[in-house]
């Protein structure tokens, strides 16, 4: 190592840490990370211990405990480095939430965790507006809602997507499910034909926008 911390400094101790994880040992990790943050709440590397807490939560697949760590960096440190990479964590835990993926509760993992995960990518898409990682967190909460069958919160999910994204590669593909799930909203004859004349505006603009997909 070049410029190594001094022996007994939080840079060094915080380092130990880091080495702990990346040796796999989760557990030493975060007790490590766990008591130097007991003693430097107000050290500028705390962002970094919390990622240490939260990669070594991660490994012990404590998703949620996990989830707490990096939405603490991401809330508390928006201008360190460590922000971008706690999105990316966050995101990646939202994606095992919102597919089946469940929380533990009581040393089981029984409990459904896609309103975590909804939260997470509502979250993201507003924190990393114009990035790749934003356009990813706000297409997959529309496919959230899409598989509840959350018709009208897809649909404006989908809507939002469009609009911010107009060039994502996936545009055609939102276009298409943003059909589907106006069309879905329609209970039938019984009830008004909203849905349905909704359904077929989305279809025409698909036809304008490409007419070979819209066959």
């Known amino acids: 190592l070049q410029n190594a911390p001094e022996e007994g400094s939080p840079e060094a101790r915080l380092s130990e840490a880091r080495k702990q994880l990346a040796q796999g040992h989760n557990s030493k990790a975060l007790q490590l990370a766990t008591i130097w943050l007991d003693r430097n709440k107000r050290n500028p590397l705390a962002s970094e211990a919390h990622l240490v807490r939260g990669d070594a939560l991660f490994n012990q697949k404590e998703y949620y405990e996990a989830a707490i760590e990096y939405e603490f960096v991401a809330r508390s440190f928006p ?26 509760k009581w040393g089981f993992r029984f409990l459904d965790a896609t309103e975590e995960a909804e939260e997470i990518f509502f979250l993201i898409q507003i924190r990393a507006d114009s990035s790749p990682l934003g356009e990813d967190a706000s297409f997959q909460l529309a496919e959230l809602y899409f598989r509840r069958a959350e018709m009208n919160h897809a649909a404006d999910a989908y809507q939002k997507f469009i609009e911010n994204y107009p060039f994502a590669p996936r545009v055609l593909l939102a276009k298409e499910k943003l059909a589907n799930a106006r069309l879905a909203t329609y209970r039938g004859p019984a009830f008004d034909n909203k849905g349905l004349i909704d359904a077929r505006e989305e279809l025409m603009q698909i036809q304008a926008f490409n007419p070979t997909h819209a066959k």
């Open 79 to 104: 201008e360190s480095e460590a922000f971008q990479i706690a999105l990316q964590r966050e995101y990646t835990i939202a994606m095992k939430f919102a597919t089946g993926t469940l929380r533990k």
